[in-house]
């Protein structure tokens, strides 16, 4: 085991959920029936059915949870703070369990879908090697793990922010935040790249399809269609940026222009 500790449980309360963890703006809105973008597009390459089985490591709000009842799927939540817990219950009406990731209270080959979206910056990879290996015990044959990420190091925290923030400077626009807050230094201990995930799942033996995305604004219509839910919190990139994007989205190019990264994850063994 490192010498790294883990995020105490009782920094994630009832006010980073209801502010601050990423969605607060979907949920004060709609509730769990309208997601945000990355929990929409995890949604989606999931291809939930009825009859399914899922499990939500690091349910939050719930709305993972709601979503899968309401395709059709038996769900279960798993969350170490007991703030979570207590939205989750509420949000989804299925049953939550407070636990620890690497000690999973179930039995073998259980779930045909793990959801772990937005928690693999949260852990330390000594923390992250221990929960795969249980997702793995608990996984049904053809399962998968479906994991985001929050950030794309590569594009936001290392190799990009000198230079935007120079051209914000000369162009006279609102400078970039800098690359590290006060709540990543607490919260986010291990972010990531392409790169850097796809090395990590290789060294413990699973298979990672590893997907750079854009920014969200540039993908609205494509998960929510051409008409968005009435007072939807986000704006629709402009046509010219959409197209500057999709010229600069390309290729190599994607490992270092995109916000965050989508993993569809399964066991080699």
Known sequence: MSDAKAVASDIYTDAYYAQQCGGAEFFRVYGPKVVKPSMAYALKRARLAPGMSVLDVGC????????????????????????????????????????????????????????????????????????????????????????????????YKNRTYAWRRACSRLLGLREPAPPRSGHDEE?????????????????IDWEADVEPRPNDKYCLNDLYGDHLPEGFPMRVASRWRKAWHAAAFWGPWKRLLAREMFCILTPCS
């Open 187 to 203: 919260m986010h201990v291990n972010e990531h790249s392409q790169g850097g995930l796809e090395g990590f799942f290789r060294s």
């Open 60 to 155: 939050g709000r719930g709305e993972i949870l709601y979503q899968a009842r309401a395709a059709g799927a038996f769900a279960v939540g798993a969350d170490f703070a007991q703030a979570a817990l207590r939205v989750a219950a509420s949000t989804s009406q299925a049953p939550v369990l407070r636990c620890d990731a690497k000690r999973l209270p179930f039995t073998e080959k259980t779930f045909d879908r793990i959801f772990f979206l937005g928690v693999l910056d949260h852990l330390h990879d000594w923390e992250l090697k221990d929960c795969f290996s249980e997702f793995k015990r608990v996984l049904r044959p053809g399962g998968v793990v479906v994991a985001t990420t929050c950030t794309n190091t590569d594009y």
